[in-house]
């Protein structure tokens, strides 16, 4: 596979190896594929905990537990009200 790679990168990819930290383009491009696939792996596990969260949300509505949405942001509101008149 051939790989065209755009200046700003390969100037990127000389200042990585100039470093030291890196002897060569592969190694710099292997790090940068192992972040890439680790950032992958982190994102599809918060989907999947999201997805939980909003399933355990929805659970909880049905069952009547949830809070109206004006009575959420009263509470916000009360809370960095409370928070300013501290810092006065």
């Given amino acids: 596979m051939h790989i065209q790679i755009k200046k700003e990168h390969e100037k990127f990819i000389q200042a990585q190896i100039a470093t030291g ?14 972040l890439l ?20 949300a929805i659970a909880e509505l049905e069952r009547g537990e ?16 409370k928070a300013r008149e501290r810092q006065e």
């Avoid at 930290?21 to 192992?34: M, S, T």
């Avoid at 696939?37 to 355990?56: F, G, M, P, S």
């Avoid at 949830?66 to 009200?81: A, C, K, P, S």
């Fill in 66 to 81: 949830g809070l109206d949405g004006e009575t959420v942001v009263n509470q916000i509101l009360e809370r960095f009200q």
């Fill in 37 to 56: 696939e680790k950032l992958n792996v982190e994102y599809a596990q918060w989907i999947e905990e999201t997805r939980e969260k909003v399933d355990v």
């Fill in 21 to 34: 930290r890196y002897n060569n383009p592969e190694e710099v491009a292997d790090i940068a594929f192992q």
